[in-house]
């Protein structure tokens, strides 16, 4: 019995003798080739279909919109959902201006917080460094609030306002950026851009200043990138887009700034327009006769055209930008 139970298990018996088992023959693995073949595309690729008048179209979309997108309304919603929190939902600590939760709980009164968020508020604060004097705002979170009334407030990103004294006070200058994404669950509810079709990234700084013969100047600096613009290619990205007024003397074209603006078709060709005004060293500089409004289009790295916008909306406000 114990023989039978010990080959039932070794599944030796009755397998003969091994020496007369005949060997598996393998098969030799492929080896790799010494060099990758080359790839190729049997056809031409499509170029970029140029239009310049959807080009500038979707440009004075971007501008329009510079000056509206602000910061202000995630934080003004922020603020009014906070007002349902309790002494327990969410977990708060502050110090010195500075607010931090974080949840999932439910309050009292039906209220769901889910995240976490660092709110600030500065007053007299040096955020542009030696001489500067700033007060505002700034939110970072990535939460979400649930109402009692089932209205949902969902938040990802940053946003921030500020404004103040800059340069021992030379400059008055603005500042505002949203980065990620805000918005409430139902969109009629809200107003604001965040209960519109377009979701953006940005950061714009302005400036003001005020000369002792009672003169002003003012500039716009735009990195911004917006997707669902009101044109038919609608989706816009301006790196470092300065745009000044002459500054005595200073800014060598008001009708043209600096940087660039990429437009991206239906297709997703990216259209880059350059700029003629150039940094050397110090002081800005502009090709005589291009001071124009319009840029020079590249696609692919090629040049395909031009693309002119009217740019004094960037500087036209009458007390602050935003």
Same mark, same amino acid.
């Given at each position: ?5 010990? +080959?039932?298990?070794? =599944?030796? *018996? ?10 598996? #023959? ?7 080739? $010494? @060099?990758?073949?080359?790839? !190729? ?7 970029? @279909? ?5 080009? !500038?179209?979707? &440009?004075?979309?971007? &501008? =329009?919109?510079?000056?509206? &997108?602000?910061?202000?309304?995630? &934080? ?8 349902? =929190? ?7 600590? @502050?110090? @010195? ?11 009292? %009164? ?14 007299? #604060? ?5 001489? #500067? ?36 006070? $030379? ?38 200043? /005020?000369?002792?013969?009672? %003169? ?36 060598? *074209? ?39 409004? +319009?840029? /020079?289009?590249?696609? #692919?790295?090629?040049?395909?055209? $031009? ?16």
């Amino acid at each position: 019995m114990r023989i039978s139970l010990f +080959c039932f298990l070794s =599944a030796a *018996c009755g397998q003969g003798d091994p020496s007369t088992q005949t060997a598996k #023959s393998t098969v030799a693995e492929p080896s790799p080739p $010494e @060099e990758p073949s080359a790839w !190729e595309y049997d056809g031409d690729s499509p170029s970029a @279909e140029f239009d310049q008048a959807k080009v !500038e179209a979707s &440009i004075d979309a971007a &501008i =329009a919109q510079v000056r509206v &997108i602000t910061g202000s309304p995630p &934080i003004d919603a922020y603020l009014n959902v906070m007002d349902s =929190a309790d002494e327990y939902c969410p977990y708060n600590s @502050e110090f @010195e201006g500075s607010a931090y939760w974080y949840g999932g709980c439910t309050t009292s %009164s039906g209220t769901r917080f889910e995240g976490y968020s660092f709110y600030e508020e500065y007053v007299d #604060s040096p955020l542009f460094g030696d001489g #500067s004097n700033m007060f505002g705002t700034s939110l970072n979170t990535q939460s979400t609030v649930v109402l009692d009334d089932g209205s949902r407030f969902d938040m990802g990103g940053s946003a921030v306002v500020y404004e103040g004294t800059i340069n021992n006070e $030379e400059i008055y200058a603005w500042f505002t950026s949203v980065n990620g994404t805000f918005g409430w669950s139902d969109i009629e509810m809200d107003e604001s851009w965040m209960g519109g079709p377009i979701r953006p990234n940005i950061q714009n700084l302005a400036y003001l200043w /005020t000369f002792e013969d009672g %003169s002003t100047y003012r500039a716009v600096n735009s990195t911004a990138g917006f997707g669902g613009l009101d044109a038919e290619w609608d989706t816009v990205f301006l790196s470092e887009v300065f745009s000044a007024d002459s500054l005595g003397g200073y800014w060598p *074209c008001t009708d043209e700034p600096s940087g660039t603006i990429s437009v991206r078709s239906p297709q997703g060709d990216w259209f880059q327009v350059v700029y003629d005004v150039e940094q050397d060293g110090d002081a800005w500089t502009i090709v005589p006769g291009a001071c124009d409004g +319009c840029g /020079t289009v590249f696609a #692919s790295g090629e040049a395909v055209g $031009e693309a002119c916008n009217d740019f004094d909306s960037l500087r036209d406000w009458e007390d602050q930008p935003w």
